[in-house]
């Protein structure tokens, strides 16, 4: 069955944009998460969706947002994007909140 | 919240040779503790968890220990190969969480020299 799949796979965008990225789950699973990663602070968790509901949420600002649709996928937005906000942003998926999370390849944003 | 320390950062070792690395993590009523290797390029995949009613979990090359008591937990590789050369991380589900809901240590960058 087809993994985890995020698009875009790369973006470039100006201090102050916006962006939208897309995340669609392994078919049937009902929990996405995102995780922003860098090379100085590694892997880290921006939030968790089950079931069009946000369940979880880490330490990032607000500018950092997400949503999941009826069919599982979700979409995170960043808005006034600043230079640091450059990362590789992964999205994984889980059957339910107790089986393993599957990652997807990832959409490096870069900021400039 | 939860915090996970690992060390260390970077590890270097003769291919035959094991390999070690290891986490602590701050919350004491953290339940799921997996272990995920990332090759260059390439997503994050599971190699190996252990939960907290567990000691000790051995899959072919790889073993994972867990002491609740100190709140630390260890990735053991034995006959290090090639390509066992990635970055490894261990995570920390922390209490409330879930699988999707991981508290990830920064990376040990291993590397297997032939």
């Known amino acids: 069955k087809a993994g985890v799949t995020q698009t875009p796979r790369y973006l470039i965008k100006t201090r102050g944009q916006q962006v939208t990225l897309s995340c669609s789950p392994i078919?049937?699973?009902?929990?996405v998460s995102w995780y922003q990663q860098t090379p100085g602070q590694g892997l880290q968790f921006l939030f968790e969706?089950?079931?069009?509901?946000?369940?979880n949420k880490g330490n990032f600002p607000g500018r950092f947002s997400g949503r999941q649709f009826s069919n599982s996928r979700s979409e995170m937005n960043v808005s006034t994007l600043e230079l640091g906000d450059s990362a590789l942003y992964l999205c994984?998926?889980?059957?339910?909140?107790?089986?393993?999370?599957?990652f997807g390849q990832g959409t490096r944003l870069t900021v400039v | 919240g939860e915090n996970v320390e690992q060390h260390p950062s970077t590890l270097s070792v003769q291919e035959g040779d094991s390999a070690v690395i290891k986490c602590t993590y701050s919350?004491?009523?953290?339940?799921?503790f997996p272990w995920y290797k990332q090759e260059l390029g390439k997503r994050p995949q599971l190699i190996i968890d252990?939960?907290?009613?567990?000691g000790e979990k051995k899959d072919q090359r790889i073993a994972v220990t867990l002491n609740k008591t100190a709140k630390h937990f260890s990735l053991h590789i034995t006959e290090t190969q090639p390509e066992d050369s990635a970055v490894y991380f261990c995570?920390?589900?922390?209490?409330?969480?879930?699988?999707?809901?991981?508290?990830f240590g920064k990376g040990t960058k291993l590397s297997v020299k032939p």
């Open positions: 969706y089950f079931s069009e509901t946000q369940r």
């Open positions: 919350d004491s009523a953290s339940n799921y």
């Open positions: 994984a998926s889980s059957l339910e909140h107790r089986t393993e999370a599957f």
């Open positions: 252990i939960r907290s009613n567990v």
């Open positions: 995570a920390a589900v922390p209490y409330g969480g879930s699988q999707g809901n991981l508290i």
């Open positions: 078919s049937g699973h009902r929990s």
